[in-house]
Every structure is written in C-alpha cells, then in structure tokens.
C-alpha cells in the first residue's frame, strides 16, 4: 500500500510527486462560448502546487457535445490560447495539468445548444424530469466524433496539458453508448456488450495514437468510469469489470473510478463482499494505476482509499479547502475547512453555479 506522498510515475513517464489529485469539477465559469475565463484560472491555479495533479472540470470536443453553461471547449483551435494559460496556471511548483474531455450526449438540452436536439447512441430519453428525446447518431457522425476526441487530445497537448482524461462516467456520451439503457442500436456500434464497447475503444485507440503521433514526451491518457446504473436495462457491474478488463489492455495511463462514497457496494448480489473499488483494483492487478474518489474529507480517509487504489481524487475538500493537502501533512486537520458560507466563495473563487449544485449535493455543509 502506498503512503499520500509518494510518488506516482505512470506509463507514459510522467511523475506525480504525490498521490492526491483534484478530482474533475466543472466551475461553470467558461465564457458562454466555453474560452477560458480568468476567474477560473484564479480558481485551479489556487488549488495547484501542493498536490500532485489538478483534473480539470469537462471540456466539450464538439459544439453539441456541451452539458451545461459555463463549460470548457476544446472543440476548435481557438480555444488554444486560453487552454495554455489554465494549464500553465494550474503547472504551479511541479503539479501536473491534466484536461478531462467529454461529450454530453443526451444529458444535455436543446437550449444549452441553442435549438439543436441533443445526440447520443439512441433515441432514448433518460429517466430524469424534463429529459429532452436525443437523436439517434449516424454512423458517419460516430467516426467523426472519434476523430473529434482525437483533435481535442492535440490541442491539449499544443496547449501544454501534461495529461488527458476521457470522461466515461457519470452517464456523458460514452456510458451511454456502453449501457444497454441509451444504446439500443443493432448496427457495429451496438448490441452485444462487445459492440456497446466499441465506441469506447475507438476513442481510447484515437486518443492514444495522437498521443503516439505527435511525439510529445510524459504526456499520459487516463478514462473515467461509472460502476454501474441503475436503469433497467443498465450497465451492471459485472459489465463494468468486463469494461476494466479491456480498458486495462488497451496503452492508458490509468483508470478512475466516479464514486460519491469510496467504499460503496454493488447492487449486484455477486459483489457484495467488499466494495467496488476494491473489486476493480483486484481486476486491474497491476496492469495500470487506479485513482480512487469519494467523499475524502480527512488525511485518513484518503489513506484508506489507498488500500484500494494507487492515488486519490479529492472533489469537494479542494474546493472547500485549496489548503487540505498542508493541513494534513502538517498535522492540522483540525483547520481543514469542511463547510461553506456563501461569503466565502468571493475569496475560494466558487462560482454561482457551482453553489447552485452544492445546495442540492451537499445542503448539510452548506450556511
Ligand atoms: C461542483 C462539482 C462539479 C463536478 N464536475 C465533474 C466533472 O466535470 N467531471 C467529472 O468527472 N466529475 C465531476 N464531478 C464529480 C467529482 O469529480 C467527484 O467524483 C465527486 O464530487 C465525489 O468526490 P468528492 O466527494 O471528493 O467531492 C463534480 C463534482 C462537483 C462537486
């Protein structure tokens, strides 16, 4: 089991010099058309230089790909200038700047993209209140979306990221071609659990050979999966571990699991003996890192997720307290900030948005 400050040196060559990371959060505070705001480099660059790695909030790779306002784009060679000034922001005193890249697919709405119908693997609305009915995608606008990942990865990369992300979880365009919820297709792209991977692996093999082709040293490709759904049909865990199983064959620097609570069970009545994370780190055996999440508010809770998992994410302790990771290294969690004030977020550079969505996550931890 590793400690919290050791360091981590992935595949690709690049080294953390410790084991916690600044899990992805969006800070809804992109301008309208997703360039990169000042605000929001104050806000990484202030969580960065102590922790090994800042994961950025999700960028889109194509126009109808973005989830919500105040999104990062890396759809277009414009965004370039801006997205080299957040990785330079967040490269602070040796931490590493990775870009977490998505497309929303059907989690999205037609007034995000301003009158055009989301997309996604099917016609199939999600269960939500007010879910807009997405497009189906035809096959020739699935290569171009790979190719889309892959042009977004250049531009990371041109913009002097360390790293990449693929966002599959939290259920965006790449669960939802994997789940046999949003992916009712019977064409190459869908099906069996073989062809619902397909698309996964195609953007992982797009992803990782502009990473090959542009000869760019240390930079590393990691993906991002949700353990199971809840949906019937749904991505169980089992088809999660099958997922695992490739992806860990596949040339990425590593996985990384989306969790809420690190040590959650399965629903599946095969996996209950210990929590999921456990299970994937046991599937994994080594092949590549895992980065565990999930409610992290202390020194110890992160060691335990090292049990499990070779480094840890921390969402909401970052956002609360850019100083966690001192406090904790130098005996005084007892000065970690573990709630918010509304006034506080002027000085912690916590966008109205974002608030907006710690009132529904996290009311308790909120005055
Ligand atoms: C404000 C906010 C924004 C988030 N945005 C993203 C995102 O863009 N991409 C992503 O993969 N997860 C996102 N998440 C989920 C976090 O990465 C993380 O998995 C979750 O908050 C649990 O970790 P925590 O308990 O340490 O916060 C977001 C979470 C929060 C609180």
């Known amino acids: 089991m590793s400690t919290i400050n050791e360091k981590l040196t992935f595949k690709r060559g690049l080294t953390l010099k410790n084991r916690i990371m600044m899990a992805p959060m969006t800070t809804?505070?992109?301008?309208?058309?997703?360039?990169?705001?000042?605000?929001?480099?104050?806000?990484?660059?202030?969580?960065?230089?102590?922790?090994?790695?800042?994961?950025?909030?999700?960028?889109?790779?194509?126009?109808?790909?973005?989830?919500?306002?105040?999104?990062?784009?890396?759809?277009?060679?414009?965004?370039?200038?801006?997205?080299?000034?957040?990785?330079?922001?967040?490269?602070?005193?040796?931490?590493?700047?990775?870009?977490?890249?998505?497309?929303?697919?059907?989690?999205?709405?037609?007034?995000?993209?301003?009158?055009?119908?989301?997309?996604?693997?099917?016609?199939?609305?999600?269960?939500?209140?007010?879910?807009?009915?997405?497009?189906?995608?035809?096959?020739?606008?699935?290569?171009?979306?790979?190719?889309?990942?892959?042009?977004?990865?250049?531009?990371?990369?041109?913009?002097?990221?360390?790293?990449?992300?693929?966002?599959?979880?939290?259920?965006?365009?790449?669960?939802?071609?994997?789940?046999?919820?949003?992916?009712?297709?019977?064409?190459?792209?869908?099906?069996?659990?073989?062809?619902?991977?397909?698309?996964?692996?195609?953007?992982?093999?797009?992803?990782?050979?502009?990473?090959?082709?542009?000869?760019?040293?240390?930079?590393?490709?990691?993906y991002r999966f949700s353990p199971e759904e809840y949906e019937n049909p749904g991505i169980r865990f089992a088809d999660t571990l099958y997922l695992v199983g490739q992806l860990a064959e596949m040339g990425l620097d590593y996985l990384h699991i989306s969790l809420n609570q690190a040590d959650k069970v399965s629903v599946s009545e095969d996996y209950q003996e210990k929590s999921m994370m456990a299970y994937v780190y046991e599937k994994i055996n080594g092949r590549l890192p895992l980065i565990g999440v999930g409610d992290v508010r202390v020194g110890k809770d992160a060691e335990a997720i090292l049990a499990q998992a070779d480094a840890v994410a921390l969402g909401k302790a970052l956002l609360l307290d850019p100083n966690w990771l001192p406090k904790v290294l130098n005996g005084q969690e007892n000065l970690i900030r573990q709630e918010l004030s509304r006034f506080d977020c002027e000085e912690l550079r916590i966008s109205n948005g974002v608030w907006g969505f710690l009132e529904s996550m996290m009311p308790e931890r909120l005055y």
């Open 28 to 222: 809804k505070m992109s301008f309208y058309d997703g360039v990169v705001t000042q605000d929001e480099i104050d806000y990484y660059s202030m969580r960065a230089g102590e922790i090994g790695a800042v994961i950025t909030g999700a960028a889109n790779v194509q126009p109808d790909g973005k989830g919500w306002e105040g999104e990062l784009g890396v759809y277009d060679d414009k965004f370039i200038p801006g997205l080299a000034k957040l990785a330079a922001g967040i490269k602070k005193n040796g931490t590493k700047a990775i870009l977490q890249i998505f497309h929303g697919g059907r989690m999205t709405n037609s007034q995000v993209l301003r009158g055009t119908q989301p997309v996604s693997a099917s016609a199939v609305a999600a269960e939500r209140p007010d879910a807009e009915t997405p497009r189906a995608l035809e096959s020739e606008e699935i290569v171009a979306l790979i190719s889309n990942f892959k042009a977004a990865t250049k531009r990371a990369i041109a913009a002097g990221f360390d790293g990449v992300e693929l966002h599959g979880a939290n259920t965006y365009l790449l669960q939802q071609f994997f789940s046999p919820h949003s992916n009712r297709r019977e064409d190459e792209w869908g099906g069996s659990l073989e062809k619902r991977f397909r698309f996964i692996k195609e953007v992982v093999q797009a992803v990782t050979s502009a990473v090959d082709e542009s000869g760019v040293e240390n930079f590393i490709v990691g």
